[in-house]
T-cell receptor, first 118, second 112 residues
């Protein structure tokens, strides 16, 4: 079946602009995760959704970052007043359930959105 | 999640076996060991998971000694397409283990 998809694949914006990044999880997956990956580093956790609610947003770097998942499927990561330091690949993952991720809830990742802030 | 240490990079040639060892001295009793693979311009992909002894699937084998303080991912007869970053993760059923902690991983380069 279809995997996790993310749009756009690339986004170039100017400092101070607003951007939205979209994630379509695997159908039927209730858990959704956003990660950010800087060059040469592994992905870093941003936020986790269980259904429509953000169960853990402790990884969001500051209040310019916000994410929603209004119908429990598609999620949008929103970044206000972008800064050059926000440039990274933003990865979305989904899993069937949640909570015990490493044992029974394999996270399936999308290809990511490469964000470049000029 | 338990901290892991793995080599930054490894080079190999087509047809060889590649073994990547990961140290996790503080692994907890309930923790599992999981490896992800990431190709350029793609998200990480789960490849194998184990608790103790040996696990084998169509992609790789995972060797875990009795003390579980380390593990070795073995990739048999690699090809150019196995060039990727490989991440070792340790965790399990703790309530916040959904926060996968990847570290920098091991960049494996396979040459012809």
């Amino acid at each position: 079946g279809a995997g996790v998809s993310q749009t756009p694949s690339n986004k170039v914006t100017e400092k101070g602009k607003y951007v939205e990044l979209r994630c379509d999880p695997i159908s039927g997956h209730t858990a959704l995760y956003w990660y950010r990956q800087s060059l040469g580093q592994g992905p870093e956790f941003l936020i986790y959704f269980q259904g429509t609610g953000a169960a853990d947003d402790s990884g969001l770097p500051n209040d310019r970052f916000f994410a929603v998942r209004p119908e429990g499927s598609v999620s949008t990561l929103k970044i206000q007043r972008t800064e050059r330091g926000d440039s990274a690949v933003y990865l979305c993952a989904s899993s069937f359930t949640s909570g015990r991720a490493l044992r029974s809830d394999t996270q399936y990742f999308g290809p990511g959105t490469r964000l470049t802030v000029l | 999640l338990a901290k892991t240490t793995q080599p930054i990079s490894m080079d190999s040639y087509e047809g060889q076996e590649v073994n990547i060892t990961c140290s996790h001295n503080n692994i907890a009793t309930n923790d599992y060991i999981t490896w992800y693979q990431q190709f350029p311009s793609q998200g990480p992909r789960f490849i194998i998971q184990g608790y103790k002894t040996k696990v084998t699937n169509e992609v790789a084998s995972l060797f875990i000694p009795a003390d579980r303080k380390s593990s070795t991912l073995s990739l048999p007869r690699v090809s150019l397409s196995d060039t990727a970053v490989y991440y070792c993760l340790v965790g399990g059923i703790s309530s916040n283990d959904y926060k996968l902690s990847f570290g920098a991983g091991t960049t494996v380069t396979v040459r012809a």
